[in-house]
Protein backbone atom coordinates (compact mmCIF):
# COMPACT_ATOMS: atom_id res chain seq x y z
CA UNK A 1 0.00 0.00 0.00
CA UNK A 2 1.26 3.80 -0.73
CA UNK A 3 0.42 6.26 1.87
CA UNK A 4 0.05 9.91 1.22
CA UNK A 5 0.25 11.85 4.81
CA UNK A 6 -1.56 15.27 4.49
CA UNK A 7 0.38 18.04 6.86
CA UNK A 8 3.76 19.70 8.50
CA UNK A 9 3.66 19.47 11.89
CA UNK A 10 4.50 16.98 14.87
CA UNK A 11 1.24 15.21 14.71
CA UNK A 12 2.00 14.14 11.00
CA UNK A 13 5.48 13.50 12.17
CA UNK A 14 4.42 11.06 14.84
CA UNK A 15 1.52 9.34 11.83
CA UNK A 16 4.26 9.22 9.68
CA UNK A 17 6.60 7.70 12.00
CA UNK A 18 3.99 5.01 13.12
CA UNK A 19 3.30 4.08 9.19
CA UNK A 20 6.74 3.86 8.47
CA UNK A 21 6.95 0.85 10.99
CA UNK A 22 4.27 -1.03 9.29
CA UNK A 23 5.29 -4.27 6.88
CA UNK A 24 2.41 -3.51 4.78
CA UNK A 25 3.07 0.28 3.51
CA UNK A 26 5.42 -0.02 0.33
CA UNK A 27 5.35 3.78 -0.26
CA UNK A 28 5.43 6.23 2.12
CA UNK A 29 4.77 10.17 1.15
CA UNK A 30 3.76 13.77 3.10
CA UNK A 31 2.72 16.51 1.96
CA UNK A 32 4.16 19.38 2.93
CA UNK A 33 6.01 17.64 5.72
CA UNK A 34 9.24 19.11 7.62
CA UNK A 35 12.98 18.05 8.29
CA UNK A 36 11.77 15.31 10.48
CA UNK A 37 9.35 13.66 8.01
CA UNK A 38 11.91 13.86 5.51
CA UNK A 39 13.96 11.43 7.59
CA UNK A 40 11.39 8.30 7.14
CA UNK A 41 9.79 9.43 3.60
CA UNK A 42 9.61 11.64 1.15
CA UNK A 43 8.63 14.97 1.56
CA UNK A 44 6.33 16.81 -1.25
CA UNK A 45 7.01 20.10 -0.96
CA UNK A 46 5.58 23.06 -1.89
CA UNK A 47 2.01 21.75 -1.62
CA UNK A 48 -1.06 23.32 -0.22
CA UNK A 49 -3.03 20.57 1.65
CA UNK A 50 -6.33 22.51 1.62
CA UNK A 51 -5.67 22.47 -2.50
CA UNK A 52 -7.84 19.22 -3.38
CA UNK A 53 -6.54 19.23 -6.67
CA UNK A 54 -2.90 19.62 -6.32
CA UNK A 55 -3.65 16.41 -3.51
CA UNK A 56 -5.19 14.38 -6.22
CA UNK A 57 -2.51 14.97 -8.96
CA UNK A 58 0.02 14.12 -6.37
CA UNK A 59 -2.14 10.63 -5.46
CA UNK A 60 -2.38 9.59 -9.42
CA UNK A 61 1.12 10.91 -9.94
CA UNK A 62 2.13 8.24 -6.96
CA UNK A 63 -0.21 5.50 -7.23
CA UNK A 64 -1.36 6.47 -3.93
CA UNK A 65 -4.18 3.96 -2.28
CA UNK A 66 -5.33 6.48 0.85
CA UNK A 67 -4.73 9.62 2.26
CA UNK A 68 -4.14 10.27 5.89
CA UNK A 69 -5.50 13.61 6.53
CA UNK A 70 -3.27 15.00 9.38
CA UNK A 71 -4.73 19.04 10.18
CA UNK A 72 -8.09 20.14 10.40
CA UNK A 73 -7.97 23.04 7.74
CA UNK A 74 -8.22 20.68 4.54
CA UNK A 75 -11.21 18.57 6.16
CA UNK A 76 -13.09 21.42 6.62
CA UNK A 77 -11.97 22.51 3.19
CA UNK A 78 -13.94 19.54 1.62
CA UNK A 79 -10.32 17.59 0.47
CA UNK A 80 -11.67 13.99 1.51
CA UNK A 81 -14.81 14.83 -0.34
CA UNK A 82 -12.98 15.64 -3.58
CA UNK A 83 -10.53 12.79 -2.94
CA UNK A 84 -13.34 10.13 -2.59
CA UNK A 85 -15.10 11.43 -6.08
CA UNK A 86 -11.91 10.95 -7.42
CA UNK A 87 -11.83 7.37 -6.08
CA UNK A 88 -9.28 7.82 -3.91
CA UNK A 89 -9.92 6.48 -0.20
CA UNK A 90 -8.75 8.97 2.83
CA UNK A 91 -9.20 8.81 6.87
CA UNK A 92 -11.05 11.98 7.47
CA UNK A 93 -14.24 13.15 7.42
CA UNK A 94 -16.26 14.60 4.36
CA UNK A 95 -16.91 18.37 4.60
CA UNK A 96 -20.40 18.16 6.07
CA UNK A 97 -19.01 15.60 9.21
CA UNK A 98 -16.20 18.43 9.75
CA UNK A 99 -18.37 21.12 10.77
CA UNK A 100 -18.15 18.89 14.23
CA UNK A 101 -15.05 20.70 14.28
CA UNK A 102 -14.87 23.77 11.98
CA UNK A 103 -18.14 25.35 13.60
CA UNK A 104 -18.81 25.61 17.18
CA UNK A 105 -22.06 26.67 16.43
CA UNK A 106 -22.85 23.45 14.60
CA UNK A 107 -21.96 21.38 17.05
CA UNK A 108 -23.33 22.84 20.66
CA UNK A 109 -26.49 22.33 18.33
CA UNK A 110 -25.45 18.74 17.58
CA UNK A 111 -24.94 18.09 21.62
CA UNK A 112 -28.22 19.87 22.45
CA UNK A 113 -30.19 17.33 19.91
CA UNK A 114 -28.96 14.06 20.91
CA UNK A 115 -29.07 15.17 24.66
CA UNK A 116 -25.41 15.73 25.41
CA UNK A 117 -23.82 16.81 28.48
CA UNK A 118 -22.03 19.90 28.11
CA UNK A 119 -21.93 23.43 29.22
CA UNK A 120 -24.88 25.87 28.49
CA UNK A 121 -24.23 28.65 26.16
CA UNK A 122 -25.72 31.20 23.37
CA UNK A 123 -24.40 32.00 19.79
CA UNK A 124 -23.86 35.69 19.02
CA UNK A 125 -22.96 37.10 15.39
CA UNK A 126 -24.01 40.80 16.56
CA UNK A 127 -21.46 43.06 18.41
CA UNK A 128 -24.09 44.94 19.87
CA UNK A 129 -25.38 42.00 20.97
CA UNK A 130 -22.37 40.91 22.81
CA UNK A 131 -21.83 44.16 24.53
CA UNK A 132 -24.86 43.72 25.95
CA UNK A 133 -24.54 40.17 26.77
CA UNK A 134 -21.06 40.81 28.68
CA UNK A 135 -22.03 44.22 30.53
CA UNK A 136 -25.03 42.13 31.93
CA UNK A 137 -22.34 39.33 33.09
CA UNK A 138 -20.82 38.69 36.26
CA UNK A 139 -17.86 36.05 37.15
CA UNK A 140 -15.91 34.02 34.80
CA UNK A 141 -17.50 33.08 31.36
CA UNK A 142 -15.59 31.49 28.30
CA UNK A 143 -15.48 32.75 24.48
CA UNK A 144 -15.31 30.47 21.82
CA UNK A 145 -15.01 31.25 17.95
CA UNK A 146 -17.22 29.34 16.10
CA UNK A 147 -15.01 28.85 13.54
CA UNK A 148 -10.87 27.17 13.12
CA UNK A 149 -8.77 28.64 15.37
CA UNK A 150 -5.51 26.78 15.93
CA UNK A 151 -6.33 26.19 19.37
CA UNK A 152 -6.47 29.79 19.96
CA UNK A 153 -9.66 30.63 19.78
CA UNK A 154 -10.70 30.74 23.25
CA UNK A 155 -10.88 32.84 26.13
CA UNK A 156 -11.75 32.20 29.88
CA UNK A 157 -11.76 35.07 31.96
CA UNK A 158 -13.71 37.79 34.59
CA UNK A 159 -12.37 40.60 33.08
CA UNK A 160 -15.09 42.43 31.12
CA UNK A 161 -12.63 44.23 29.11
CA UNK A 162 -10.62 41.54 27.86
CA UNK A 163 -13.82 39.52 27.10
CA UNK A 164 -14.56 42.59 24.67
CA UNK A 165 -11.92 43.08 23.00
CA UNK A 166 -11.25 39.20 22.24
CA UNK A 167 -15.11 39.10 21.19
CA UNK A 168 -15.32 41.70 19.39
CA UNK A 169 -12.24 40.46 17.38
CA UNK A 170 -14.10 37.48 16.21
CA UNK A 171 -17.20 39.19 15.36
CA UNK A 172 -15.42 41.01 12.18
CA UNK A 173 -15.56 38.15 10.58
CA UNK A 174 -16.96 34.64 12.46
CA UNK A 175 -19.80 34.41 15.11
CA UNK A 176 -19.31 33.26 18.76
CA UNK A 177 -20.68 31.04 21.69
CA UNK A 178 -20.66 32.86 25.40
CA UNK A 179 -20.06 29.40 27.01
CA UNK A 180 -20.67 28.49 31.11
CA UNK A 181 -17.70 28.40 32.84
CA UNK A 182 -17.29 24.58 33.71
CA UNK A 183 -15.01 23.75 36.94
CA UNK A 184 -13.11 20.52 36.74
CA UNK A 185 -10.07 18.88 34.75
CA UNK A 186 -9.84 18.08 31.42
CA UNK A 187 -9.33 15.00 29.72
CA UNK A 188 -9.50 13.56 25.19
CA UNK A 189 -10.80 10.34 24.08
CA UNK A 190 -9.87 9.61 20.64
CA UNK A 191 -12.23 7.04 18.66
CA UNK A 192 -11.45 5.45 15.23
CA UNK A 193 -14.32 4.34 13.19
CA UNK A 194 -14.93 2.61 9.98
CA UNK A 195 -18.37 4.56 9.16
CA UNK A 196 -19.85 1.70 11.23
CA UNK A 197 -18.21 0.64 14.51
CA UNK A 198 -15.99 2.55 16.38
CA UNK A 199 -12.97 1.95 19.02
CA UNK A 200 -12.31 3.82 21.62
CA UNK A 201 -8.63 4.62 22.14
CA UNK A 202 -6.69 5.61 26.06
CA UNK A 203 -7.69 8.83 27.30
CA UNK A 204 -5.19 11.73 27.20
CA UNK A 205 -4.72 14.81 28.86
CA UNK A 206 -3.44 18.20 27.00
CA UNK A 207 -1.76 21.67 28.66
CA UNK A 208 -3.46 24.24 26.84
CA UNK A 209 -1.60 27.25 28.88
CA UNK A 210 1.87 27.88 28.00
CA UNK A 211 3.56 28.54 31.17
CA UNK A 212 3.58 26.15 33.84
CA UNK A 213 0.54 26.10 36.33
CA UNK A 214 -1.31 26.49 33.83
CA UNK A 215 -0.61 29.87 33.84
CA UNK A 216 -0.07 32.48 30.77
CA UNK A 217 -2.24 32.52 27.39
CA UNK A 218 -3.75 29.41 25.62
CA UNK A 219 -1.52 27.87 23.00
CA UNK A 220 -2.09 24.93 20.71
CA UNK A 221 -0.68 22.56 23.44
CA UNK A 222 2.49 22.56 25.20
CA UNK A 223 2.54 19.06 26.21
CA UNK A 224 0.19 15.94 26.61
CA UNK A 225 0.20 12.64 28.55
CA UNK A 226 -1.26 9.19 27.74
CA UNK A 227 -3.39 7.43 28.99
CA UNK A 228 -4.75 9.62 32.14
CA UNK A 229 -4.34 7.55 35.55
CA UNK A 230 -6.98 9.13 37.39
CA UNK A 231 -9.87 8.71 34.57
CA UNK A 232 -11.50 5.15 36.73
CA UNK A 233 -13.05 2.60 34.35
CA UNK A 234 -16.22 3.73 35.82
CA UNK A 235 -15.80 7.11 34.72
CA UNK A 236 -15.08 5.70 31.05
CA UNK A 237 -17.94 4.11 31.05
CA UNK A 238 -20.23 6.32 31.93
CA UNK A 239 -18.89 8.66 29.13
CA UNK A 240 -19.39 6.08 26.59
CA UNK A 241 -22.90 5.73 27.44
CA UNK A 242 -23.55 9.55 28.15
CA UNK A 243 -21.68 11.00 25.46
CA UNK A 244 -19.84 8.83 22.72
CA UNK A 245 -22.79 6.24 21.95
CA UNK A 246 -24.83 9.08 22.10
CA UNK A 247 -22.87 11.29 19.06
CA UNK A 248 -22.63 8.24 16.70
CA UNK A 249 -25.74 7.32 17.04
CA UNK A 250 -26.49 11.35 15.96
CA UNK A 251 -24.09 11.05 13.54
CA UNK A 252 -25.80 7.98 11.54
CA UNK A 253 -28.84 9.28 12.17
CA UNK A 254 -27.80 12.95 10.43
CA UNK A 255 -25.65 11.45 7.66
CA UNK A 256 -22.51 12.51 9.45
CA UNK A 257 -20.75 9.13 9.74
CA UNK A 258 -16.82 8.62 8.00
CA UNK A 259 -13.90 6.69 8.38
CA UNK A 260 -11.57 7.81 10.57
CA UNK A 261 -11.01 9.83 14.59
CA UNK A 262 -13.32 11.69 16.48
CA UNK A 263 -12.06 13.27 19.50
CA UNK A 264 -14.18 14.37 22.51
CA UNK A 265 -12.68 17.30 24.51
CA UNK A 266 -14.16 16.89 27.94
CA UNK A 267 -14.83 18.49 31.25
CA UNK A 268 -14.87 16.49 34.21
CA UNK A 269 -17.01 18.21 36.60
CA UNK A 270 -18.66 17.24 39.99
CA UNK A 271 -22.05 16.67 38.35
CA UNK A 272 -20.18 14.47 35.59
CA UNK A 273 -18.56 14.70 32.27
CA UNK A 274 -19.40 16.95 29.99
CA UNK A 275 -18.35 17.82 26.16
CA UNK A 276 -16.29 20.89 25.52
CA UNK A 277 -15.67 20.17 22.05
CA UNK A 278 -15.17 17.88 19.38
CA UNK A 279 -12.69 17.66 16.84
CA UNK A 280 -12.68 15.31 13.78
CA UNK A 281 -8.85 14.51 13.80
CA UNK A 282 -5.95 13.99 15.92
CA UNK A 283 -5.31 16.31 18.41
CA UNK A 284 -1.82 17.74 18.64
CA UNK A 285 0.19 17.18 20.81
CA UNK A 286 -2.17 14.40 22.19
CA UNK A 287 -1.18 12.52 19.34
CA UNK A 288 2.41 12.37 19.68
CA UNK A 289 1.48 10.72 23.47
CA UNK A 290 -0.92 8.78 21.98
CA UNK A 291 0.85 7.26 18.69
CA UNK A 292 3.76 5.40 19.63
CA UNK A 293 1.18 3.35 22.15
CA UNK A 294 -0.15 1.66 19.42
CA UNK A 295 1.50 -1.69 19.34
CA UNK A 296 -0.44 -3.06 16.55
CA UNK A 297 0.78 -2.61 12.61
CA UNK A 298 -0.47 1.26 11.90
CA UNK A 299 -0.60 0.51 8.46
CA UNK A 300 -2.86 -2.93 8.52
CA UNK A 301 -4.99 -0.88 11.20
CA UNK A 302 -5.70 2.10 8.93
CA UNK A 303 -6.20 -0.61 5.91
CA UNK A 304 -9.18 -1.92 8.13
CA UNK A 305 -10.52 1.35 8.67
CA UNK A 306 -10.74 1.79 5.12
CA UNK A 307 -11.92 -1.29 4.39
CA UNK A 308 -14.82 -0.99 6.63
CA UNK A 309 -13.25 -4.03 8.82
CA UNK A 310 -12.45 -2.42 12.15
CA UNK A 311 -14.69 -4.58 14.51
CA UNK A 312 -12.69 -7.46 14.13
CA UNK A 313 -9.16 -5.96 14.20
CA UNK A 314 -6.98 -7.07 16.79
CA UNK A 315 -6.02 -3.64 17.75
CA UNK A 316 -2.99 -4.00 20.64
CA UNK A 317 -2.10 -1.02 22.92
CA UNK A 318 0.59 -0.82 25.28
CA UNK A 319 0.72 -0.64 29.53
CA UNK A 320 3.37 1.98 29.40
CA UNK A 321 2.62 5.63 29.82
CA UNK A 322 3.85 8.53 27.18
CA UNK A 323 4.34 11.80 28.26
CA UNK A 324 4.88 14.74 25.48
CA UNK A 325 6.61 18.19 26.37
CA UNK A 326 6.38 20.73 23.56
CA UNK A 327 9.88 22.83 23.11
CA UNK A 328 8.44 26.26 21.60
CA UNK A 329 9.86 29.00 20.31
CA UNK A 330 10.64 32.13 22.39
CA UNK A 331 7.87 34.51 22.63
CA UNK A 332 5.24 31.82 21.68
CA UNK A 333 2.15 31.80 21.35
CA UNK A 334 2.61 35.63 20.43
CA UNK A 335 5.33 36.92 18.34
CA UNK A 336 8.29 34.85 17.66
CA UNK A 337 11.55 34.34 15.24
CA UNK A 338 11.82 31.89 12.88
CA UNK A 339 14.56 30.52 10.79
CA UNK A 340 16.72 29.69 14.12
CA UNK A 341 19.38 27.12 13.59
CA UNK A 342 18.23 23.76 15.76
CA UNK A 343 22.03 23.70 17.88
CA UNK A 344 21.49 20.22 19.43
CA UNK A 345 18.87 17.49 18.58
CA UNK A 346 19.93 14.10 20.57
CA UNK A 347 19.23 10.77 19.77
CA UNK A 348 17.71 8.46 22.06
CA UNK A 349 16.46 4.51 21.93
CA UNK A 350 12.73 4.67 21.30
CA UNK A 351 11.57 2.05 23.63
CA UNK A 352 12.47 5.32 26.31
CA UNK A 353 11.95 9.18 23.77
CA UNK A 354 11.02 9.71 20.72
CA UNK A 355 11.34 13.07 19.50
CA UNK A 356 8.89 14.57 16.58
CA UNK A 357 9.64 17.39 14.58
CA UNK A 358 6.77 20.05 14.25
CA UNK A 359 7.39 23.48 12.72
CA UNK A 360 11.14 22.66 11.29
CA UNK A 361 12.21 22.88 7.75
CA UNK A 362 15.99 22.77 6.29
CA UNK A 363 17.82 25.47 5.54
CA UNK A 364 20.10 26.26 1.78
CA UNK A 365 22.75 24.66 3.83
CA UNK A 366 20.54 21.38 4.96
CA UNK A 367 20.66 22.35 8.64
CA UNK A 368 17.61 22.31 10.67
CA UNK A 369 15.98 25.12 11.13
CA UNK A 370 12.88 26.12 13.44
CA UNK A 371 9.90 27.23 10.89
CA UNK A 372 7.36 28.21 13.83
CA UNK A 373 5.86 28.52 17.22
CA UNK A 374 5.60 24.71 18.38
CA UNK A 375 9.34 22.85 16.67
CA UNK A 376 9.24 20.09 18.33
CA UNK A 377 7.77 17.20 20.65
CA UNK A 378 9.65 15.36 22.93
CA UNK A 379 7.92 12.61 24.31
CA UNK A 380 8.95 9.75 27.43
CA UNK A 381 7.74 6.66 27.50
CA UNK A 382 8.12 4.85 30.67
CA UNK A 383 6.72 2.02 32.70
CA UNK A 384 4.96 4.35 34.76
CA UNK A 385 3.51 8.14 34.99
CA UNK A 386 7.20 8.98 36.87
CA UNK A 387 9.48 7.43 34.42
CA UNK A 388 7.89 8.76 31.12
CA UNK A 389 7.68 12.35 32.87
CA UNK A 390 11.77 11.67 33.32
CA UNK A 391 12.59 9.87 30.60
CA UNK A 392 10.90 13.22 28.43
CA UNK A 393 12.74 16.03 30.63
CA UNK A 394 16.01 13.95 30.21
CA UNK A 395 15.72 14.53 26.87
CA UNK A 396 13.49 17.73 26.69
CA UNK A 397 16.50 19.68 28.36
CA UNK A 398 18.97 18.58 25.68
CA UNK A 399 16.89 19.92 22.88
CA UNK A 400 18.14 23.43 22.36
CA UNK A 401 17.68 26.50 20.01
CA UNK A 402 17.88 30.16 20.98
CA UNK A 403 14.93 31.62 22.91
CA UNK A 404 13.51 28.15 23.31
CA UNK A 405 11.10 27.36 26.27
CA UNK A 406 8.84 24.49 27.88
CA UNK A 407 6.69 23.76 30.50
CA UNK A 408 8.35 21.68 33.54
CA UNK A 409 4.82 20.24 34.76
CA UNK A 410 3.09 18.60 32.17
CA UNK A 411 1.61 15.21 33.59
CA UNK A 412 2.39 16.90 37.58
CA UNK A 413 -1.52 17.50 38.01
CA UNK A 414 -2.04 13.65 37.58
CA UNK A 415 0.56 12.60 39.69
CA UNK A 416 -1.72 11.66 42.56
CA UNK A 417 -5.14 12.67 41.71
CA UNK A 418 -8.04 9.90 41.21
CA UNK A 419 -11.79 10.11 39.92
Known sequence: MKVLVLGAGAREHAITWSFSKSKSITGLYVAPGNAGTDDIAENIPDIDPCNSQMVIDICKKYGIDYVFVGPEAPLAAGVVDEL??????????????????????????????????????????????????????????????????AGKGVLESDDKAKLLEFGLDILKNDKLLIEEYLVGWEVTIFTFSDGKNYIILPPCADFKK????????????????????????????????????????????????????????????????????????????????????ILSDFGDFCEAIIQGDIKSFPLKISTDTAICVVIAAGGYPGEYEKGLPVDYLPRFKEKYVVIFHASTRFDDENNVVTNGGRCFSVVGLGQDIITANKNAYVAAEEVYFKDSFYRHDIGKKFFEREI
Open 210 to 293: AYDDDKGPNTGGMGAICPVPSLSAQMLETIKKEIIEPTFKGMADEGLSYKGILYFGLMITAQGPKLLEYNVRFGDPEAQALIPL
Open 84 to 149: QAAGIGAIGPHKAAAMLESSKAFSKNFMHKYNIPTASAIEIDSPKEFENEINARNGKIVIKKSGLA
